[in-house]
């Protein structure tokens, strides 16, 4: 298994930021595409934003577009999701994992996921 740790979570009001961070096997994270991800209570866990281990691609879901960003920092073997506006919806679980899936496989697509973490909670209040 491949250690995942995500952290920087915690409970914020709405509108302001949080900077998440996946900390992990430089063997891994380096190599493949990262993704973020969030469960909500009572809702099946959906896309956030990835970034690919080459060219450094982002992807971004609907739900954070616009006012998130994701970045790696190399050299410390970590992926930052930073989301600005919180909103009470963006209260969920956040998760980290590696894209494992072949060349030409959607960086969006949870399918391809593998070596999650254990999640960081944010919970923004109204």
């Known amino acids: 298994q491949v250690p995942l740790a995500e952290s920087g979570g915690g409970l914020v009001q709405a509108g302001e930021s949080l900077r998440l961070s996946c900390v992990g096997s430089a063997r891994f994270v380096r190599r493949y595409a990262v993704g973020w991800f969030r469960r909500a209570p009572g809702k099946a866990r959906e896309f956030v934003a990835g970034?690919?281990?080459?060219?450094?691609?982002?992807y971004y879901g609907d739900s954070v577009l616009g006012r998130s960003t994701i970045s790696r920092d190399g050299a410390k073997d970590t992926v930052t999701l930073q989301v600005n506006s919180l909103k009470p919806e963006d209260t969920a679980v956040y998760y980290c994992?590696?894209?494992?899936?072949?060349?030409?496989?959607?960086?969006?697509?949870?399918?391809?996921?593998?070596?999650w973490g254990q999640g960081t909670q944010v919970t923004v209040s109204a």
């Open positions: 994992a590696v894209h494992t899936g072949p060349p030409g496989s959607k960086v969006t697509d949870i399918v391809w996921y593998e070596y």
């Open positions: 970034i690919t281990s080459t060219s450094g691609s982002t």
